[in-house]
C-alpha cells in the first residue's frame, strides 16, 4: 500500500460528493422536461435535453468513481487487517477512510487535539507499513 493510494481513495469520496451535488443542483431543470414532455411540446435543441444529457454523463461517472472508490477501500481494508499496530491502523483509517483532519483524528485516537502527534505518529510508523 502506498500513501498516494491512500489519498486517491480519500480524493474520490469528495469527487463523488461534488459529482452528487452538481447533479442535484441540475435537478430544477429536470423537473422542467417532465412539463414538457406532459404537455407534448418537445424541443430536442434546447436547454433541457442538454441537461439531461448532462446529468446522464454526470451520473455514469459518478458511478465510474464509487465503482473504482469500492475497489479501493475493499483494497485498503484488506491491507489494515495486516497492519499489526493498533494506533497506525486507526489514524489510517480516521484519516484516510473517513475524512478526519489530524486535530480530530488525535482527538479519537488519543482523547485530544494535536495534529502534529497523530501526522507524526503516521510519518514515522509509516515507514513500517506503506511502501515508498
Not at 489510517?92 to 478526519?100: A, D, I, N, Q, T
Request: aromatic residues 10%; charged residues 35%.
Amino acid at each position: 500500500m502506498t500513501e498516494e493510494k491512500l489519498k486517491t481513495c480519500r480524493g474520490k469520496e469528495l469527487e463523488i460528493q461534488l459529482l452528487q451535488a452538481q447533479i442535484e443542483s441540475l435537478y430544477d431543470t429536470r423537473k422542467a422536461v417532465w412539463t414538457v414532455i406532459e404537455s407534448g411540446k418537445r424541443d430536442l435543441s434546447g436547454p433541457i435535453p442538454r441537461t439531461l444529457e448532462k446529468i446522464d454523463k454526470l451520473r455514469e461517472r459518478m458511478e465510474q468513481t464509487a465503482l473504482q472508490y469500492i475497489a479501493e477501500r475493499e483494497e485498503i481494508e484488506k491491507w489494515l487487517e495486516a497492519v499489526t499496530d493498533l494506533n497506525f491502523r486507526n489514524i489510517v483509517r480516521l484519516h484516510f477512510l473517513m475524512g478526519y483532519s489530524w486535530a480530530q483524528t488525535c482527538k479519537k485516537v488519543y482523547g485530544y487535539a494535536d495534529p502534529d502527534m497523530c501526522r507524526k505518529y503516521y510519518r514515522r510508523k509509516s515507514q513500517n507499513f506503506l511502501e515508498n
